[in-house]
Structure formats: structure tokens, C-alpha cells
């Protein structure tokens, strides 16, 4: 059964940094891309980020370009996130989420396929 589990959220003022991990089991880590949405009160999921199976490619929404870097480790079934500068607008539950062996979806569906429970983070301003 795949099983992801995010850790790392929590409450840091504007300007900030935090580190998300997302382990996961239940599956060939190193076979999947993986990626990291989240959502905000009233707003639907948001795609960030996206790392290719053994990391070589990223990618990731301009909104957090510059100020996150996803990265993972395969020998630890793990991936992670580091998020900088972070601002008020970032306030969001933060998923991870498992994609397929070719690449991620565009349109992330929380509804649909492997999704951690999310970790809650809050930048107050």
C-alpha cells in the first residue's frame, strides 16, 4: 500500500524558512516522479514543485521560483522542500504527492491518485 507522510509545517513569521519531508513507502521510490501542491482556505490545489525519479529534473510554479528548492533521497525514500522568504500568501496545507513513472500531472487532483495527510504551514506577516 503506498503510504507518503509529510512532516515540517508549522507557524514562522514573513521572511522565514522552513523544511518539509515527505517520507514514503508502500512502492519503488526511485521509479516515480514526486511533487508537492498545496492548498489554501477556499482556493483549490496549487502545483509547486515536481523532482524527476532520481532528481535530476525540477521544476517548479513561479510563484515559489526561487525561493524553494525540491530535492529528495532515494536511499531514504524521502523528498523534501525548502522553502525561503516565506510570505503571508504561502499560508497553505502543503501535500506531497507521488506521480507516475514519465512526469507529474498538470492539474493535480487531490481526489485522485497517492497523497500524503499535508502538513499545515502559516506565515503571520
Known amino acids: 500500500e503506498v503510504y507518503l507522510a509529510e512532516s515540517g509545517g508549522g507557524l514562522v513569521h514573513a521572511g522565514g524558512s522552513l523544511n518539509l519531508s515527505c517520507v514514503a513507502s508502500?512502492?519503488?521510490?526511485?521509479?516515480?516522479?514526486m511533487q508537492w501542491v498545496r492548498q489554501a482556505p477556499g482556493k483549490g490545489p496549487e502545483w509547486l514543485s515536481s523532482?524527476?525519479?532520481?532528481?535530476?529534473?525540477?521544476t517548479y510554479s513561479d510563484s515559489v521560483k526561487g525561493r524553494f528548492t525540491i530535492s529528495r533521497e532515494n536511499d531514504k525514500n524521502t523528498m523534501n522542500l525548502q522553502m525561503n522568504n516565506l510570505q503571508p500568501e504561502d499560508t497553505a496545507v502543503y501535500y506531497c504527492?507521488?506521480?507516475?513513472?514519465?512526469?507529474?500531472?498538470?492539474?493535480?487532483?487531490?481526489?485522485?491518485?497517492?497523497w500524503g495527510q499535508g502538513t499545515q504551514v502559516t506565515v503571520s506577516s
Open positions: 523532482i524527476s525519479n532520481v532528481g535530476g529534473t525540477t
Open positions: 504527492g507521488r506521480c507516475g513513472r514519465g512526469g507529474c500531472s498538470a492539474s493535480p487532483n487531490l481526489a485522485f491518485g497517492f
Open positions: 508502500g512502492f519503488t521510490f526511485s521509479d516515480y516522479w
